[in-house]
């Protein structure tokens, strides 16, 4: 699946990108750190910084990764602060696909009464989906409580990622 | 000019007649809006709306379930709820809602008429009329989300043939069937006030041929034959 987008930290510092700036002046940034750019940067044909998500494999089976598992590796890609200068490139249905994850609604906290889910469904999803995948990890998630707000859940998936994103 | 569909109920889309031509397949581009990228198209002025008026578009909302911003100006929306109806607001205080539903997934004619002060809802050929509503002035300057009504719910899905007319002066006719080259939509009303597209490039933009041959009368992407639409009433 050819990518259309691009998924670019907002510290990105390459030069390459102004063109695309220029273009989408109010480009989509929903995590408050990444712009979501509708094309492709030009002259990034063979540079590794360009990360396609239909590239991204499961390295023992070599299978392309999809929902949970490539939502895992993503939010690992994205949470490391070492990759402000990569890009993830994706297709219209990868970056749809990406956006209806609950961990990615979790991570831009950005809940209100149209949300397609509330922040007690994700984080139980979340929960839910470490018990299958993750479960030496499932006992430190955190019970959800009323209390929570949107940015407390978010910096918790962000330190969760973080901590537990191999070398 | 204003295309002869507006004055009769939605069946198929008549000005493919002359703009397919002949005996050929009729084909043209469509736009498919993606939340995500928050994409929209704006036009250049904002229009200031008094009086009667009458708004079409034709729209297919993909099956999210979600409430959604369809067109809007300041302090104005129209959308999509996520039971599926459509509900207008004037204002954040006069916000009528239809009782007939939008089907998901498929191609729906909406007509909004204002008449002094009713609105009349035609969905797929069916009227509905809320009466006493709002008189006053409304403003549009957007397709595909919201101005500043609301929180922000970007559409998913196509929106075209958008046509807006006040007081009989044609405002705004957009087939928004570019080739998504460049930014600009043609608005054919005076041949100015054009729309911009904004956050889209030409991988939102597919073309579609049509089919009337068989009901539902469908679209169907003529570059892999794998996205069928489906007109609603058809």
Redesign the interface.
Known sequence: MTS??ALVHIDNTDTRLDALRAR?P???R?DGVHY????IPDGYESDPRLVHIGDIVDPETGEQLTGDGLAWALAQLLADPANTQIIIGMS?AQ??S??AHPAWRIWCANY???S?ATLAEDWAYIGNMLNTYRPDLADQWPEYTEEMTPAQGREIIYQAIVNNTEE | MITPFLKTPFIIDPWLTSEGGGDGAVTRNFTTFDSTLTQYIDLDTELTITGDFHICFNVMPEDTGSFHQMISGTDTTINITSADKLIFFLTPSANPSSTASLIRGEINRVVIDRTDSDITFTINGAAETHASVYSGAIKLSRIGSRVNLGTASPFDGVIYNVEVSAEGVDLVDMLINEDGSSNTVTNAADGSNNGTRVNMSTADVAEYEFDDSVSPNTWTNTADGSDVMEVAGT
């Open positions: 259309t987008g989408y109010q480009a989509a929903h979501y750019f509708a094309a219209r970056g749809k990406l956006y209100n009464e149209d397609p």
